[in-house]
């Protein structure tokens, strides 16, 4: 029934209502104004949503491309822009975090109480010797300290770079030595599924012999730490004692805000380097327009950590620019009960709802009656990042979270674009389901052929924006090289008029000219909307004494969307030591620990032979086709074209 479904519903269109069209933020105009003059166009968003310090005359150096500046001569400060100005406008009781722990606790903190916390915390870290431009590691559940270290560090113009707490030492520690963070902060443990996990521990293993000098510890799990005079530091003593003033001072446009470390097709992370201005204005017009944000009546919720991207742009900065109420929760979708986060939207009447296709798929696997239980009219506004949504679930998205009427708006973005580039407009667009559709006012992208030459409609070929945007990345941490390489030398072909950036994503652009996600294009997987490097993932399983030999590959997966399958050749030396079965579970863990939960293979099968081709290259085409079950595909250019048979045959 689905499959047939989804073919029939892929010619269906739901237009806005005219009762939503008609109060709507975003109308005709800013595409219009766009399109008339985009460097203006920017301009006069930049003015309008931000406060600058000291106004811009500039509005893009293209240069030193493709290294960007943007309102390079202006001056601002971010968390100024997330905070005292709200309360100067008079918003200072407005709720600006609806906070619920996993065990049920909860605090509400307005504008003015969070801006008077920022301040604290940025004296604090003064007071650690932190300065502009030195780099800060956040490892913290989702806890509202958690935002207000962000804000406190970009209020100093200190560089943030958040770990997702899910990592392993081993990750975080590559993260911070890459950075060359002088400060961790962290919490003694979070709650997730009921139970108390160690963070602190974890930074106790990842910070000795690093740059770091101090560890601030914010107490959350109450379990037992271990503890270092002199570094560690409490964070409830030490806020205690600081000053509730602080004056935030202005820093230049291009000033480094945060560094978010994110996969890519070799084994090293690649260091996301954002600055200041351009990214403020994207996260803040995107998360006004594309949500259709009412400030003073809407509940925002944005169920992303902030360990990764979203957190940063649609939790953090985006929202807080736009002054909106939102829910914060520490806790996983279906703790202590499988309907929590239905139960948290009846209680707070939330009004927009962002998440990823991997938690829907999982909720259409319960059942409707799950979310049903609880009053989910307040909903209007419903969003999906992370990978692309399929019809299925769009349409069940639309019909049992959204009451049959909340347009769908599906965002495509990606931790180097800062901010969301690809978009219906919910009061504009008709939506389709399984398309992220039109590219937002603004920005320009294209899909291209091999040649660079843009295809026809109807056609596939590869994702790319033609323009430079106020929230692209300014570059990987310490490494211009790569920067160039990985995004920008595609189509730098001899003669090109523009630089053009590649996303490594492959597009189809219907008749309509509107764009359809086909996933990526390089090794690089995307398990529950978040990328991983099959380069990463092997060579944590080669640092295994078991292991000679991995390839990695992502294998379609229900409800993570692909998931990691590895095969291993275990050394001869090692063959007696454990079963096969055995091997596998120990390789699963192995992982798991070396790279975090996320990263920990459905599956690790032992072969013996790899399949490669004649230059050594394995072929992870024919890996996946095992993995997902298909008869395997053409293995002319294998070396030895009976390993596949040996390797199914070993499989069976
Ligand atoms: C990759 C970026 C952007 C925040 C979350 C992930 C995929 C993202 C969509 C979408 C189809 C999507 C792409 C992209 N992706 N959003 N709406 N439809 N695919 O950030 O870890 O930097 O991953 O996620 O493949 O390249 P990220």
Redesign the pocket.
Same mark, same amino acid.
């Given at each position: 029934m689905n499959s047939i479904d989804s073919l029939l519903h892929e010619d269906r269109r739901f237009p806005p209502t005219p009762e939503f069209a008609a109060s709507a933020v975003a109308g005709p105009e800013l595409a219009e104004a766009a399109a008339a003059d985009r460097l203006q166009f920017w301009a006069d968003q930049s003015r309008e949503l931000l406060h600058w310090h000291r106004p811009f005359t500039q509005t893009l150096d293209w240069t030193q491309a493709p290294f960007a500046k943007w309102f390079a001569d202006g001056q601002l400060n971010v968390a100024y822009n997330c905070l005292d100005r709200h309360v100067l406008a008079g918003n200072g009781d407005r709720v600006a975090i609806h906070w619920e722990g996993e065990p049920g606790d909860t605090r509400t903190i307005t504008y003015a109480e969070l801006t008077a916390e920022v301040k604290k915390a940025a004296n604090l870290l003064a007071s650690l010797g932190i300065r502009r431009g030195d780099r800060v590691a956040i490892y913290l559940p989702m806890i509202p300290e958690a935002v207000i270290s962000m804000l406190a560090i970009a209020r100093i113009g200190a560089v943030h770079s958040v770990v997702f707490g899910g990592f392993s030492a081993d990750s975080l520690r590559s993260r911070i030595d890459d950075a060359e963070a002088k400060l961790v902060i962290t919490a003694d443990g979070g709650w997730r599924k009921g139970k108390v996990f160690p963070l602190k521990k974890t930074v106790d293993q990842a910070v000795t012999e690093t740059s770091v000098e101090h560890v601030l510890v914010v107490r959350r799990g109450e379990n037992e730490v271990d503890w270092t005079e002199g570094r560690d530091l409490w964070w409830h003593e030490e806020i205690a004692t600081m000053d509730a003033e602080h004056e935030a001072e202005a820093f230049d446009a291009e000033n480094p805000l945060f560094i978010l470390y994110? *996969?890519g097709t070799t084994g090293k992370p690649k260091g996301i380097l954002h600055t200041s201005g351009g990214y403020l204005t994207q996260t803040a017009y995107t998360h006004k327009n594309v949500f259709d944000l009412h400030p003073e009546t809407d509940v925002y919720w944005c169920t992303?950590d902030i360990g $990764?991207?979203?957190g940063h *742009?649609y939790v953090v900065y985006g929202p807080l620019a736009n002054g909106a109420t939102q829910v914060l929760y520490e806790g996983t979708p279906e703790f202590p009960e499988p309907g929590r986060w239905w139960q948290l939207v009846e209680k707070y009447k939330v009004s927009i709802f962002y998440t !990823?296709p991997t938690a829907i798929r999982s909720f259409m696997k319960q059942g409707r009656q799950i979310p049903q239980a609880s009053d989910l009219s307040s909903i209007r506004v419903l969003g *999906?990042?992370?990978?692309?949504?399929n019809p299925e679930a769009w349409i069940w998205y639309r019909d049992i979270i959204g009451g049959g009427t909340a347009p769908i708006v +599906?965002? $495509? $973005?990606?931790?180097?674009?800062g901010a969301?580039m690809? *978009?219906p407009l919910p009061g504009l667009t008709a939506t389709k389901p399984g398309s !992220?559709q039109v590219a937002l006012p603004g920005i320009s992208i294209d899909v291209l052929d091999d040649d660079g030459a843009a295809v026809e409609k109807g056609q596939g070929g590869l994702l790319v924006v033609t323009e430079p945007w106020p929230s692209m990345l300014r570059g990987i941490w310490g490494d211009p090289e790569r920067f160039i390489e990985t995004y920008w030398e595609k189509f730098d072909k001899p003669g090109a008029r523009r630089r053009m950036y590649f996303?490594? +994503?492959g597009a189809r652009k219907d008749e309509d000219g509107d764009i359809w996600?086909l996933?990526?294009v390089d090794d690089?997987m995307?398990v529950s909307?978040?990328?991983l490097s099959t380069a990463e993932i092997e060579s944590a399983l080669v640092s295994h004494p078991f292991v000679a030999e991995a390839a990695v590959v992502g294998a379609a997966d229900e409800t993570t969307g692909q998931a990691v399958v590895a095969f291993v050749i275990v050394k001869a030396s090692q063959a007696d030591v454990a079963t096969a079965d055995e091997a596998s579970s120990i390789l699963r863990a192995h992982v798991a620990e070396q790279i975090g939960a996320i990263a920990r293979p459905r599956q690790v099968y032992v072969v013996n032979e790899l399949p490669k081709t004649r230059s050594g290259k394995i072929m992870r085409r024919l890996l996946r086709d095992v993995a997902e079950g298909r008869e395997i595909g053409d293995t002319t250019t294998l070396a030895d074209t009976t390993v596949m048979q040996i390797i199914t045959d070993k499989l069976k």
């Open positions: 994110t *996969s992303a $990764w991207v979203t *742009s !990823a *999906s990042v992370g990978e692309p949504i +599906d965002t $495509w $973005w990606q931790t180097e674009t969301i690809i *978009s !992220a996303a490594g +994503d996600l996933g990526r690089v995307n909307g978040h990328r």
